[in-house]
């Protein structure tokens, strides 16, 4: 059984980011393998985040219908639907680790998707909240966690 991977709004936004000329690659290489290996997981909450980023702060930014095409295409993945059993592990998660609001309904979905790896650059490489490993996804590649696809 392959290992479910969430995957964080920053990631999504280096893939279509182009003047992130070290992140961009190392972010399409994970999509590369997520896509491959449909173990890629989200929530809605990072569509949202992402939809917004890439066609009102990318300079130069994404096309509205360019940004709408990859999240129908992100839709594949199940995300994960901010309720209130999202909302409740985010209050354990936020009391507890000392996170912020919104990182701490990121791994409440990665946890409500029974991910093992949260890949994200905004949280400490290698903190495991409940069973979810953050990893910093420009520190470590698919085959450097000995993935398969």
Known sequence: MSVKIFVDTNVLVYSRDASETKKQPQAMLWMKYLWASQTGRLSYQVLQEFYSIVTTKLQPGMEPQSAREDIQSLNTWRPIPVNIDVINGAWFIQDRFHLSWWDSLIVSAAQMGN?????????QENQIVGDVQILNPFLHTPESLNLQS
């Open 115 to 123: 991910c093992q790896y949260l890949l994200t650059e905004d949280l």
